[in-house]
């Protein structure tokens, strides 16, 4: 499995805590679309 360096992860979890029900729906929504159909990019 890819993920993102820990960096990124740590300042992509940062963000979500930060963020309503609503704008976490949408980022989860943006991250899913990256990985397509099936869910491995």
Partial sequence: ???YPRE???????LC??????GRRR???IESAKLGHGGIG
């Fill in 1 to 3: 499995m890819v993920g």
């Fill in 8 to 14: 990124i992860e740590l300042k992509m979890q940062r």
């Fill in 17 to 22: 805590a930060m963020l309503s029900e609503k």
């Fill in 27 to 29: 980022y989860a929504g």
